[in-house]
């Protein structure tokens, strides 16, 4: 069983070899549509029948695999700091050197199984060289510099629009309004305004930068999705499953409150400060569906997030850094597993019907 963690990685990684199959898929369809038969494909070219499409298939495939691990895993944090254009830049030297490997590699593989004989053949090198100086070769480089600057626009873009919204919006599934019943954790940094006049607006943008990287292995490990980003607020939601698996939001929030507990020197030290944080957990139907012409989100509405809001704007009243509904404590029942305390049922604002709240004592 994968871990969270993980499984997000894989499912990060699958589209990079599914915009290579599809995109390779293309070209051959575009070489198909102009020479009107694979039989009249340069003598350059390696000759398609089943075996050699399938194996050109599992290859194509395989390298956009590769990339997007090579991506994910190592590219993306050495060049973060640098503008696209520059990333993409240095990007576009690595693997150009990475395709001349594959190449390398799976030309002659090819071309063994066209000619039926073993690598070694003088005839297999031959068309090897004859393929690096032909206009098939630099075909194949757009088609490779095509293939990697969808891959990188994708990994771009994903990490703006947030992996399971660019996928929602591909496969339509908020296209149609529907109703769901989903968890909401709305999460404030302490005394924010004062740390934005104590630091001013640029170290302030850069410690809500950290702040927040504090939290992306909590949110991932406890499979939160990151709503919105207000200032210096954060919401966080999780899809109604069961009292055993909806515990994850508690577990995500004491998970977070100790990521930013590990680092509290290196904010003393970076901002003469460390940042705290309140929360406030509440569970409830909402309507979900894309919104917008000129830009197109996907959009909560229901009482649950207003209701959340004015749970957390409770805290600095109880001195609590956590409140909970007593909704979300009848979901979890005896999965709740932490000491909790009554604080009162409370009218909320522009609410009629009263609401029990609680704080946990332990973890």
Known sequence: MLSPKNKRFAYRIIPFGLI???????????????????????????????????????????????IGFIELKYLDHVFSNKKFALRLFYKLLIYSLIFFLVIFVTFPVAASLELNTHLLDTRVWHKYFNYLVSVTHLSTAIQLATALLLSLFYSEISEFAGQNVLLNFFIGKYHVPREEERIFMFLDMKSSTTIAEKLGHLEYFK????????????????????????????????????????????????AMKENLRRREDWFREQFGLVPTFKAGIHLGKVTTGEIGIIKKDILFTGDVLNATARIQGLCNTYDVDLIISADLVKQLGSNLHHDVKFLGKVELRGKQEKKELFTLLSN
Do not use: H
């Open 20 to 66: 290579w199959l599809l995109s390779g898929w293309v070209f051959l369809l575009v070489e198909l549509a102009a020479t009107g038969s694979f039989s009249e494909l340069p003598a350059t070219a390696i000759q398609m029948d089943f075996q050699i499409f399938l194996l050109s298939s599992l290859a194509i495939t395989a390298v956009g695999l590769l």
């Open 207 to 254: 410690l809500l930068r950290e702040y927040y990287n504090c939290f992306s292995d909590a949110i991932i490990q406890y499979e939160g999705e990151i709503y919105q980003y207000v200032g210096d607020e954060i919401i966080l939601s999780w899809k109604i499953r069961s009292a055993r698996s909806d515990n994850r939001c508690l577990n995500c929030f004491f």
